[in-house]
T-cell receptor
Framework: SQKIEQNSEALNIQEGKTATLTCNYT??????LQWYRQDPGRGPVFLLL?????KEKRKERLKVTFDTTLKQSLFHITASQPADSATYLC?????????FGAGTTVTVRA | DADVTQTPRNRITKTGKRIMLECSQT?????MYWYRQDPGLGLRLIYY???????NKGEISDGYSVSRQAQAKFSLSLESAIPNQTALYFC????????????FGPGTRLTVL
C-alpha cells in the first residue's frame, strides 16, 4: 500500500534561518504534489503545487522540489519568521483525490 | 464569511448515538470531501463526492455514511458512534481541474465517550 512519510521530528529553528522539510513516498506515482499549512485548531490551507514534470517551484519565501526518481519532495522556508510556525502537510495527488502525510511541525524562535 | 463552514464545531456524544456533521460551501464547487485527522496519522479520506449524484468511499468509510443534499451541502453521519471515532473531522471542496487545490472548513472536534 502507498506510504507517505514526513519528518518525524518537529523542527525548531532560529528566525532568519531556512527550514527544510521532507516528504518521501512509496508505492505511488502521483501526478502532482501539494503542500498545505495547518495552524492549531484550523483547517489546512494550500501553499504550493508542483507537477510530476516540474523540478522546482517558488512562491515568495517558499520553495518546493519534486524528484520522482527519489520519490521525494523538499519544502524550504527561507528567511523564516515566527509567523511561519505551523504544521506543514504534503499531499500527493491523483484521480482528483489527495493522500496526505502526517505533517511536520515547525517552530521558529525569535 | 467563510467559504466552507462546518457545524457543529465541537460535539461530545456517547457510544451508540447517531450523529450528523454538516458542511456547506459557497465556492460553487462540485467536488466535496470528508476527512478525519488523528494525531500522528494525518488526514484520511472518509468519503468524497464529485457531484450530487456521485458519492464514493474513501480509505476509511466503515462506520460512516454521507448525504449530498445539494451542490453546496455534504453531510457526514456516524450511525452508531464508538470511542475510536473520536477525532477532528474536516470537510473540503475543490474545483474540477485535476490539480485544483482543496479548500478546507474549520473542522469539527468530535468526542465519543
Amino acid at each position: 500500500s502507498q506510504k507517505i512519510e514526513q519528518n518525524s521530528e518537529a523542527l525548531n529553528i532560529q528566525e532568519g534561518k531556512t527550514a527544510t522539510l521532507t516528504c518521501n513516498y512509496t508505492n505511488y506515482s502521483p501526478a502532482y504534489l501539494q503542500w498545505y499549512r495547518q495552524d492549531p485548531g484550523r483547517g489546512p490551507v494550500f501553499l504550493l503545487l508542483i507537477r510530476e514534470n516540474e523540478k522546482e517551484k517558488r512562491k515568495e519565501r517558499l520553495k518546493v522540489t519534486f524528484d520522482t526518481t527519489l520519490k521525494q519532495s523538499l519544502f524550504h522556508i527561507t528567511a523564516s519568521q515566527p509567523a511561519d510556525s505551523a504544521t506543514y502537510l504534503c499531499a500527493l495527488g491523483g484521480d482528483y483525490k489527495l493522500s496526505f502525510g502526517a505533517g511536520t511541525t515547525v517552530t521558529v524562535r525569535a | 464569511d467563510a467559504d466552507v463552514t462546518q457545524t457543529p464545531r465541537n460535539r461530545i456524544t456517547k457510544t451508540g448515538k447517531r450523529i450528523m456533521l454538516e458542511c456547506s460551501q459557497t465556492k460553487g464547487h462540485d467536488r466535496m470531501y470528508w476527512y478525519r485527522q488523528d494525531p500522528g496519522l494525518g488526514l484520511r479520506l472518509i468519503y468524497y463526492s464529485f457531484d450530487v449524484k456521485d458519492i464514493n468511499k474513501g480509505e476509511i468509510s466503515d462506520g460512516y455514511s454521507v448525504s449530498r443534499q445539494a451542490q453546496a451541502k455534504f453531510s457526514l453521519s456516524l450511525e452508531s458512534a464508538i470511542p475510536n471515532q473520536t477525532a477532528l473531522y474536516f470537510c473540503a471542496t475543490s474545483g474540477n481541474e485535476l490539480t485544483d487545490t482543496q479548500y478546507f472548513g474549520p473542522g469539527t472536534r468530535l468526542t465519543v465517550l
